[in-house]
């Protein structure tokens, strides 16, 4: 029988559905991550039967049955499985047969903006899809308190320093015509996603996001999903996803 391989120690974390590989690298960072009594660094690795502690709580981590859905967040929802406080959270929309996966967000909406969210239990997936590199694009539609001067156009895509990080749109375009206020509608591009990232390089020239909306992940879109409802996603939606 071929014995199992030491894998990262990072995506035993994730697998276990605490949380995404990229967080916990952060967890591996700050000395909280312990196997076999020792602390551990990034890059070492693990087998799935060693006795991994993360905050000094020891993990379980189930065969591995990778379940991913796409989401259409309403407003009012917080994208956290960890904050005690939060109020409502995207979880508790999920059929209870999914609550059990102990499911995380691969790229977060903050709790006032909707749209398309991408949950999942597979570490390595939530990787692929928030990491810079990897340069999928997410398109948000916005409605802005005043009409957009396109002036501006060049500033969002130059790019604005805003609290030691730069801030950068793809594309940025009016949004399809709705209403009397066609000029306050947009639509962003971005193949990142720093927190708030679309309402900071709005307010940087002084424009109030009143409307956001995540519309398309890659390869796929808010089409069909009812507003709180969800779309399991086979391995073909997984490839469009990662385009």
């Known amino acids: 029988m071929e014995k199992p391989e030491p894998q990262r120690i990072q995506k035993l974390i994730a697998q276990a559905g605490l949380c995404s590989r990229r967080e916990?690298?952060?967890?591996?960072?700050?000395?909280?991550?312990?196997?076999?009594?020792?602390?551990?660094?990034?890059?070492?690795?693990?087998?799935?039967?060693?006795?991994?502690?993360?905050?000094?709580?020891?993990?379980?981590?189930?065969?591995?049955?990778?379940?991913?859905?796409?989401?259409?967040?309403?407003?009012?929802?917080?994208?956290t499985n960890s904050d005690p406080y939060a109020e409502r959270t995207v979880f508790e929309l999920l059929p209870p047969d999914l609550q059990?996966?102990?499911?995380?967000?691969?790229?977060?909406?903050?709790?006032?903006?909707?749209?398309?969210?991408?949950?999942t239990n597979d570490g390595d997936l939530a990787h692929r899809l928030t990491h810079p590199a990897k340069r999928i694009v997410k398109r948000?539609?916005?409605?802005?308190?005043?009409?957009?001067?396109k002036a501006d156009i060049p500033v969002l895509l130059n790019g604005i320093e805003d609290e030691g990080e730069l801030?950068?749109?793809?594309?940025?375009?009016?949004?399809?015509?709705?209403?009397?206020?066609?000029?306050r509608r947009m639509e962003v591009?971005?193949?990142?996603?720093?927190?708030?990232?679309?309402?900071?390089?709005?307010?940087?020239?002084?424009?109030?996001?009143?409307?956001?909306?995540?519309?398309q992940i890659g390869g796929i879109t808010l089409k069909g999903i009812a507003k709180g409802g969800i779309k399991p996603l086979g391995k073909k939606d997984i490839e469009r996803l990662l385009r």
Do not use: W
């Not at 948000?140 to 001067?149: G, I, K, P, Q």
């Not at 950068?168 to 000029?183: M, Q, R, S, Y």
């Open 24 to 79: 916990a690298e952060r967890f591996i960072e700050n000395g909280e991550v312990r196997v076999n009594g020792k602390t551990v660094s990034l890059g070492d690795r693990a087998l799935a039967s060693d006795p991994i502690f993360v905050k000094n709580k020891r993990l379980h981590i189930p065969e591995a049955h990778a379940v991913t859905v796409a989401m259409n967040k309403p407003k009012g929802f917080l994208c």
């Open 100 to 119: 059990r996966q102990r499911m995380f967000c691969a790229g977060r909406l903050d709790k006032d903006s909707e749209g398309l969210l991408i949950l």
């Open 140 to 149: 948000y539609r916005v409605l802005l308190h005043r009409d957009f001067n």
């Open 167 to 183: 801030l950068k749109a793809e594309k940025v375009i009016p949004a399809p015509a709705v209403g009397d206020d066609h000029l």
């Open 189 to 215: 591009h971005l193949h990142h996603g720093k927190k708030r990232e679309v309402r900071r390089l709005f307010e940087a020239k002084r424009y109030y996001v009143k409307k956001l909306v995540r519309i």
